[in-house]
T-cell receptor
């Protein structure tokens, strides 16, 4: 089984809808991250968490919120989705310098 | 703006040739990492070089770091078609999260 899983893998939704993307990990890492990737661009950090009680905004947190339900689970929510949030979303974990990525969620907002 | 910028944005070579891609960054770093992304998938860590190191090898990969020029290069020797992917540098500035560049798309022609 994959160490970092993301659900759903693909999602198409409409403007104004609330969407939750979920991330689970079995690596036992304390640190978890949410990134988005737009075509031809690198990854931009949305939120990160260094433990269950530590949540931090990243470079592009506006329009997003997160919840760290447990060490193994970190969810990303779009309260009211808009078309420019169409992107590939990645969750990652780390215990030190290296990050381990999930397979990604492709989100399309119509 | 991105901390790391890769050059070139795209590179096409023949199988067996060497591929070199470069990364420039703006602020002091603790370490610099290279990641690989196959089309639409999660990133996979390749190699890490610390700020006090100048060169590092891992299999067919060779990474150099010049902190005076704030630049790094990744060399893939004897490339294979399976090396076709996007390659990203990521910098750790000690500010709790990595910053990724925009990537180099490598195409290795069989």
């Amino acid at each position: 089984d994959a160490d970092v899983t993301q659900t759903p893998r693909n999602r198409i939704t409409k403007t104004g809808k609330r969407i939750m993307l979920e991330c689970s990990q079995t690596k036992g890492h304390d640190r978890m991250y949410w990134y988005r990737q737009d075509p031809g661009l690198g990854l931009r950090l949305i939120y990160y968490s260094f433990d269950v009680k530590d949540i931090n905004k990243g470079e592009i947190s506006d329009g997003y919120s997160v919840s760290r339900q447990a060490q193994a689970k970190f969810s990303l929510s779009l309260e009211s989705a808009i078309p420019n949030q169409t992107a590939l979303y990645f969750c990652a974990t780390s215990a030190g310098d290296t990050q381990y990525f999930g397979p990604g969620t492709r989100l399309t907002v119509l | 703006s991105q901390q790391g910028e890769e050059d070139p944005q795209a590179l096409s070579i023949q199988e067996g040739e060497n591929a070199t891609m470069n990364c420039s960054y703006k602020t002091s770093i603790n370490n610099l990492q290279w990641y690989r992304q196959n089309s639409g998938r999660g990133l996979v860590h390749l190699i890490l070089i610390r700020s006090n190191e100048r060169e590092k090898h891992s299999g067919r990969l060779r990474v150099t770091l010049d902190t005076s020029k704030k630049s790094s290069s990744l060399l893939i020797t004897a490339s294979r078609a399976a090396d076709t992917a996007s390659y990203f540098c990521a910098t750790d500035t000690g500010r709790r999260a990595l910053t990724f560049g925009s990537g180099t798309r490598l195409q290795v022609q069989p």
